[in-house]
């Protein structure tokens, strides 16, 4: 799914990256702890957060995560995107909730990461 069709179904915002707009992601990952984005999150995946601030794009820029969304109409501080740009990321922002957020790209074909990435991490 583009992002740009991510934009679309989330009404979202674009903060930072309107260049990247039709940069393909494969799956989703939600979660408001930078641990777990690291410890799973691999490969084209848009990552979907209530957390705004600069941990979240070094977090992304580790994993290369292309794409944040931050949901509830969070928006960034300067700071914050500024790191985004120089570092090339995706920024969009959502008036969804979280929960909501993730079952609008998962019912709209757009999966998260599969239960083996979890599994193979608790062993």
Avoid at 81 to 99: K, M
Wanted: glycine share 6%; aromatic share 4%; proline share 2%.
């Amino acid at each position: 799914m583009t992002i740009r069709k991510i934009c679309e179904l989330l009404e979202a915002r674009v903060i930072t990256g309107e260049d990247k707009l039709d940069n393909e992601m494969d799956t989703a990952f939600s979660s408001d702890m930078m641990s777990d984005v690291l410890a799973y999150v691999t490969g084209r995946t848009v990552l979907l957060t209530g957390t705004v601030n600069e941990h979240v794009i070094r977090t992304a820029e580790m994993v290369d995560v292309e794409c944040v969304v931050f949901v509830r109409a969070k928006l960034p501080s300067q700071e914050v995107i500024d790191r985004a740009v120089e570092d090339g990321i995706v920024l969009l922002s959502t008036p969804h909730t979280l929960y909501v957020t993730s079952g609008i790209l998962y019912s709209n074909g757009l999966p998260g990461i599969g239960r083996r990435k979890y599994q193979d991490a608790s062993d």
